[in-house]
């Protein structure tokens, strides 16, 4: 049977799908140069940046099926649909393992007083990261609350955390270069790790009560 005119929401969802989509693109590239600078120059950082990549790839994965779901199905998910949310619990569960792992590594390189060098391939792709990912957050968020989706926020947050972490990586590189502080690294992942807890509570809470972020960068709830 003939589908009728496209909705405004389903023209929405495509726009979504394409965001996500490019993201994946990047976030693949992404990943794959951070961890072979990280190899290189042993950075905590750029290793935990790695990481949050691969984190961020899952999500925007997850997000892509729950999207194409939904234009299939032709059936409108609430932020309390069982979809959304357990698209937020899997986001939520992957951040706190990061987090685990950016605190153990962390501590790893303080009592061994490592020290990461800075790369040419480092520099380059946080700041590409920089520059690129924060376009790419603002558009997931936009989608996303004009689809009133607490998933796709979610992973909107994600791509903010990814923003961060790129913006305290030139930092904890530039420092370290200019002035060889050997903790700096420890430090800048330390810091990412308050991003990365901030949004894994954010998404944990969307998944048990099915309400979006309680933030949003810029938009806070009372």
Same mark, same amino acid.
Request: a neutral charge.
């Given at each position: 049977?003939?589908?009728?005119?496209?909705?405004?929401?389903?023209?929405?969802?495509?726009g979504a799908v394409e965001i996500e989509l490019l993201s994946i693109g990047w976030i693949m590239t992404e990943a794959i140069l951070a961890a072979i600078a990280a190899y290189r120059a042993g950075s905590l950082s750029l290793s935990a940046f790695s990481v949050d990549s691969a984190v961020e790839l899952w999500s925007g994965m997850l997000l892509v099926v729950r999207l194409y779901v939904e234009i299939q199905s032709g059936e409108e998910m609430a932020s309390e649909h069982k979809i959304e949310r357990w698209t937020s619990g899997v986001i939520a569960l992957c951040l706190f393992t990061l987090a685990g792992?950016?605190?153990f590594r962390s501590g790893q390189v303080w009592h061994g007083h490592q020290s990461a060098q800075m790369t040419l391939l480092g520099l380059v792709t946080a700041a590409a990261s920089s520059l690129f990912t924060p376009w790419l957050a603002l558009q997931k968020l936009r989608y996303g609350r004009l689809l009133h989706s607490p998933s796709l926020i979610g992973d909107a947050m994600c791509s903010f955390t990814c923003a961060y972490? #790129? %913006?305290?990586l030139l930092l904890g590189m530039g420092l370290n270069s200019l002035f060889h502080w050997w903790w700096v690294d420890s430090v800048a992942a330390l810091a990412i790790l308050y991003f990365i807890l901030?949004?894994?509570?954010? #998404? %944990?809470?969307?998944?048990?009560?099915?309400?979006?972020?309680?933030h949003d960068h810029g938009a806070h709830r009372h």
């Open positions: 049977m003939a589908r009728g005119p496209e909705t405004h929401r389903e023209k929405l969802l495509k792992y950016v605190s972490m #790129s %913006w305290a901030q949004e894994a509570w954010e #998404s %944990w809470h969307s998944f048990k009560s099915g309400e979006p972020h309680v």
